[in-house]
Nanobody, 123 residues
């Protein structure tokens, strides 16, 4: 049984940093592209950033480029999202997801999802 469990969310001030973690189990971690998405109530879930399963190249949404960094710990099956210079518009529930595809920015190709962790950024 595949499980993705996010942690690290919280309430911060604009300009602060925060690191999210996603612990994966039940899958061959290195065979999956791992991604972070986020969602605000009433809006569609949007792509944030991902790290490909091969060569581990990364790709990100323009809105977080230069502020958010995704990384993986293959030894411990954990993917991280380091967020810098947070803005109020980054407020959302952040979800971890896993896919067998490469360079995937839409939700449909991601087979597994975590339960989400709330990030709230105050101005």
């Amino acid at each position: 049984q595949v499980q993705l469990v996010e942690s690290g969310g919280g309430s911060v001030q604009a300009g602060d940093s925060l690191r999210l973690s996603c612990a994966a189990s039940g899958l061959t971690f290195t065979s999956y592209t791992m991604a972070w998405f986020r969602q605000v109530p009433g809006r569609e879930r949007e792509f944030v950033t991902a790290i490909n399963r091969n060569m581990e190249s990364t790709f990100s949404a323009d809105s977080v480029m230069g502020r958010f960094i995704i990384s993986k710990d293959n030894a411990n099956n954990v993917v991280y999202l380091q967020m810098f210079k947070l803005k109020p518009e980054d407020t959302a529930v952040y979800y971890c997801a896993a896919s067998r595809f490469l360079n995937l920015r839409n939700t449909q190709g991601y087979s597994y999802w975590g339960q989400g962790t709330q990030v709230t950024v105050s101005s």
